[in-house]
């Protein structure tokens, strides 16, 4: 037996050797164990072997949750050569700790900087470009056509359009909104959205980061609108109760005809038994004309981490998934929008007007919980939920808010 | 072993060390596995706890492999005073700490109850031990069901009562309601004292079960010799089976106060602290800043544990205070 467990051991210590002898490994790990995701990313590895037929990719997928955790670790422990990860803040531990490198030269080398311009302030820190996007997804207003169609409403494109649109609604007995503020980012959408209408990317940006406060007047009024949202438009009961998922039910039974969500969610009407026709998607309306159009735009993305040993493979494959050819492949898989101005999408409604709505944005938020840093999201999003409760406590909310922004930046 | 032994003895003078003291070094041995562990697991990470809560960090480590840690004093434990969070766990800690105790005369009178002989009882006695027995998270999950507004028997209750069934716009069925549903777990005011309901019945089995144990040594002269003298109901209980069942309460006491103290699992389940933070124990609350995903603040989360550690400590120092008292009292 140790003779056997010897040359099995010397074997496989020889293959090893061999191995790196004659292809280079190239280790990614990846976040995402959802079907089409998977596959969007396995097809893609695909592509890239075929192109490089000289190197070994190894690839480790792991679900969304547990590759939050992981990467804490493997980033020092046993680095890949690339991993996917999110832009905004919640890059910057790693960042900050030395943890990836930056990738400026590939951003460079491919002409990234035009063809990925609205994304390159987001994937950008301290200076330097730390990663390169694969696929986004817009915000918006998803609504039940058919229960517009019914009350002869149209598509309200400002916020006077909008209460009169609710106002219609609640005469009807149709609740205008539903949410799902269980797991409270929900809330952050429809913040995020009200504030880029009422304010613009550059507050709300600097809000983010810490540089404005939340009892300022400009955010103040941003709650006013939202207060007024609650009043004259207003969500389901008990939204507190539920999660995203749990509130297409009211969507899905005709009782709340609008949803604040990402694109994501069209799987889940669909799921619920609505068809294509019965849904329809809008941008968030207009508050003050003057402000430009910012959007809602989380990006997904790969970054090399320092401690990565094969970084020009690496390198190599970042190039590759910015390419416009295996963006428009990728994402007409997975369903989301390609983020390389050249890609072509797919022929889904959903995706074709989240296209040209982020085609006409002058900035890309990444969500609240991702421009935030983690503990002022945490406190933001909980004084949300607390302030859609209960309007009253508005300048409660704020107050707190700023001392915990106080403390953590 | 029986190898040392022998070397050992293999010198005839005198008999060799080991064997001079083998009854006082017997007993280490094998207490050796367990205080190895005992160390690694509970005492070593309390100590690197206490240590951690006088750093700030985030729970990265660089390149190199060096913590990105920063020295930061007693500063952890003055946010923690200014933190309404942090005030809110405390509070809910306590409100777990009193309603929990409810768990044992609850326990008490089910077993008082189940103390008979009747066909079946052994049925009757499993089924309201049941609830102990299943998974914490299970329970959770099934008050989170019960309470939910929408489809949870509050819910369906409630919209019998104060709800007419219409049709809407659409012709789907649905529900007006003249008063809206109560949602006890989205309730800042409410949703603690949900979830402590939700504890309770496991609780109370756990109880009972200590109950039913202690009732089967009470004395049966006493009680027959108290009959005599003319005790019934309440004095009976009061000053004859209470007094005797005095170790199950002990035991009853020391395990609701940890329940209650290291409630963790259905707060987790059924609200994750919501809403807004308002039903938070400082066990949550540690992991919510230190190990979720908004948390990552390790010190911080440090020094909660280490606040929570101080209670603990209290507690099972006066437990154990006690335990000895009454080993002294030679019982």
Known sequence: ?409 | MADAVVTDTSTPTEPGWFRRNKLAIAPWIFLIPALIFFAIYVVIPIFESLWLSLYEWNGLYDAEGNSTAVWVGFQNYVKLWDDPNFWTSLRNNIAWLILYMLAVPAGLFIALFLNQTVTGMRFYKSMFFFPFVISQVVVGLIFGWFYNPDFGVVGTVWKAIFCEETTNILGNTTFRCERPVPDILSSEQWATYGIIAAGLWPQIAYCMILYLTGLNNVAADQIEAARLDGAKGWKMLWYVVVPQLKPATFIAVVVTVIGALRSFDMIAIMTQGGPFGSTNVLSHYMFEVAISEYGERYGYGSSVATVLFGIMLFFISYFLWRMYQDEKGGR
């Open chain 1, 1 to 409: 037996m140790f003779l056997n467990l010897k040359t099995a051991v010397a074997a496989i210590a020889l293959s090893a050797v061999a191995g790196t002898a004659f292809a280079r490994d190239l280790v990614i790990n990846f976040d995402d164990l959802n079907p089409g995701p998977k596959k969007g990313f396995e097809d893609a590895v695909e592509k890239f072997k075929a192109e490089n037929p000289d190197i070994n990719v190894i690839v480790n997928i792991n679900d969304r949750e547990a590759h939050k955790t992981a990467i804490r670790n493997f980033l020092t422990a046993d680095a890949p050569d690339v991993t996917s990860w999110y832009p905004g803040n919640r890059m910057a531990p790693f960042v900050d700790a030395g943890l990836f490198q930056p990738v400026d030269d590939v951003w460079e080398e491919n002409g990234f900087n035009e063809d990925l311009a609205a994304i390159k302030a987001t994937m950008s820190r301290d200076g330097k470009i730390w990663g390169v996007p694969y696929s986004y997804y817009q915000w918006g207003i998803y609504y039940r056509k058919d229960i517009f169609d019914l009350l002869e409403l149209e598509e309200p494109q400002t916020w006077d359009e909008l209460l009169a649109a609710c106002g219609k609604m609640k005469e009807n007995g149709v609740t205008p909104f539903t949410i799902g503020t269980k797991f409270l980012w929900t809330a952050a959408g429809v913040f995020d959205y009200i504030n880029l209408r009422t304010n613009g990317y550059d507050v709300h940006n600097a809000l983010t980061a810490g540089e404005i406060k939340y009892t300022d007047p400009r955010i103040v009024a941003t709650f006013d609108n939202w207060e007024q949202l609650i009043n004259e438009c207003g969500f389901v009961d008990n939204h507190a109760s539920m999660s995203w998922q749990d509130a297409i039910a009211p969507f899905a039974n005709g009782d709340a005809a609008m949803y604040v969500m990402g694109n994501f969610s069209v799987d889940g009407y669909k799921n619920a038994g609505l068809t294509e026709e019965q849904i329809d998607f809008m941008p968030f309306p207009t508050i003050d004309p003057d402000v430009a159009p910012a959007e809602e735009a989380p990006a997904d993305a790969f970054f090399i981490p320092t401690n990565a040993k094969n970084v020009e493979d690496a390198k190599k494959w970042l190039a590759f998934v910015a390419r416009p050819d295996v963006q428009t492949e990728w994402n007409k898989t997975i369903g989301q929008l390609p983020i390389n101005s050249k890609a072509d999408i797919s022929d889904d409604k959903f995706i074709q007007e989240g296209f040209a709505l982020l085609n006409g944005a002058t900035g890309l938020a990444q969500f609240y919980d991702r421009d935030a840093p983690a503990a002022m999201a945490k406190a933001g999003m909980e004084g949300f939920q607390e302030f859609m409760l209960d309007t009253s406590k508005k300048m409660d909310v704020l107050q707190r808010l700023d001392e915990v922004q106080a403390e953590v930046y």
